[in-house]
């Protein structure tokens, strides 16, 4: 399906948005669950987003940044797993494994951004120091019109200039390779999962695993819905027993002095 220059315009739009919240990791909705399904419902195949960002997210549900580093970007991945799957016709998984070159091409910008914008650092450094705030908030508010700015022209670019160009690449690809690209596609969220069981898989957490397991394996469900609100329930749960355990520890005193007239010195007035 072809892919409309309002629609084109609209995906620019949104990675704007998202592109910020990535930057500032606000509101999280730059994860590709998000990004995928209202990639979806700009081009009118919510199912498509849906699917797409499902799988995408479950791939990069270990890729977190961490200081300086930048995983694969999600926004382009989330974006253009739609975007392929919705023009070539292309199956999710494909699609997802199909779309990473251009969430590693947006990563590399985000590295160089960083490298880049340290021109800026001594301007900041400057402002500081003559308590320049309007100035301060100015070079920042550029910077982050840089990087926004960037994520529309390159979704612009990549999802409806190039389209065609894709999908005449897409189609002339051998089956065995396409077929090859759903294989990879389908082995990446396991490859995320262990990722983030590397950090998280601790003892205290062993029994909501083993549970999750035993329903999505062993019962008959039609949807994943009911392990969902059942993993809710649980960490509900949990959260009210950790906020009741907290409000009812008690607090140490450190004050020492026995005497209960003389003035308490222990908060350092």
Same mark, same amino acid.
């Given at each position: 399906?072809?892919?409309?220059?309002?629609?084109?315009?609209? /995906?620019?739009?949104?990675?704007?948005?998202?592109?910020?919240?990535?930057?500032?990791?606000?509101?999280? +909705?730059?994860?590709?669950?998000?990004?995928?399904?209202?990639?979806? +419902?700009? /081009?009118?195949?919510?199912?498509?987003? /849906?699917?797409?960002?499902?799988?995408?997210?479950?791939?990069?549900?270990?890729?977190?940044?961490?200081?300086?580093?930048?995983?694969?970007?999600?926004?382009?991945?989330?974006?253009?797993?739609?975007?392929?799957?919705?023009?070539?016709?292309?199956?999710? %998984?494909?699609?997802?494994?199909?779309?990473?070159?251009?969430?590693?091409?947006?990563?590399?910008?985000?590295?160089?951004?960083?490298?880049?914008?340290?021109?800026?650092?001594?301007? +900041?450094?400057?402002?500081?120091?003559?308590?320049?705030? &309007?100035?301060?908030?100015?070079?920042?508010?550029?910077?982050?019109?840089?990087?926004?700015?960037?994520?529309?022209?390159?979704?612009?670019?990549?999802?409806?200039?190039?389209? %065609?160009?894709?999908?005449?690449?897409?189609?002339?690809?051998?089956?065995?390779?396409?077929?090859?690209?759903?294989?990879?596609?389908?082995?990446?969220?396991?490859?995320?999962f262990a990722m983030l069981l590397n950090t998280m898989l &601790?003892?205290?957490?062993?029994?909501?695993?083993?549970?999750?397991? +035993? /329903?999505? %394996?062993?019962? $008959?469900?039609?949807?994943?819905?009911?392990?969902?609100?059942?993993?809710?329930?649980?960490?509900?749960?949990?959260?009210?027993?950790?906020?009741?355990?907290?409000?009812? &520890?008690?607090?140490? $005193?450190?004050?020492?002095?026995? $005497?209960?007239?003389?003035?308490?010195?222990?908060?350092?007035?």
């Amino acid at each position: 399906m072809q892919i409309t220059l309002l629609q084109g315009l609209l /995906l620019a739009i949104a990675a704007i948005i998202q592109g910020v919240d990535f930057w500032l990791e606000g509101l999280y +909705i730059f994860r590709p669950i998000i990004v995928a399904t209202v990639a979806g +419902i700009i /081009l009118g195949d919510v199912q498509t987003g /849906l699917v797409v960002g499902g799988v995408t997210e479950l791939a990069f549900a270990g890729l977190t940044p961490a200081g300086g580093t930048q995983p694969p970007n999600p926004i382009l991945a989330g974006v253009m797993g739609v975007v392929l799957a919705h023009t070539t016709g292309a199956e999710p %998984t494909a699609a997802m494994a199909l779309a990473l070159p251009f969430s590693l091409l947006m990563q590399y910008v985000i590295l160089f951004f960083y490298s880049a914008f340290a021109f800026f650092m001594r301007q +900041i450094d400057k402002a500081s120091h003559e308590g320049d705030t &309007k100035k301060v908030a100015r070079i920042h508010y550029e910077i982050t019109g840089i990087v926004a700015v960037t994520y529309g022209v390159v979704v612009f670019l990549t999802a409806y200039l190039a389209q %065609t160009p894709m999908k005449q690449f897409v189609a002339s690809l051998p089956e065995w390779l396409t077929h090859g690209f759903e294989v990879i596609g389908g082995i990446l969220p396991a490859i995320g999962f262990a990722m983030l069981l590397n950090t998280m898989l &601790k003892m205290e957490f062993m029994p909501f695993l083993l549970i999750g397991f +035993i /329903l999505a %394996t062993f019962l $008959n469900f039609s949807n994943l819905l009911p392990v969902a609100v059942v993993g809710f329930a649980l960490a509900l749960f949990t959260y009210t027993i950790d906020q009741k355990i907290r409000k009812n &520890k008690p607090t140490i $005193n450190l004050n020492t002095n026995s $005497n209960p007239e003389e003035e308490d010195f222990s908060n350092g007035i």
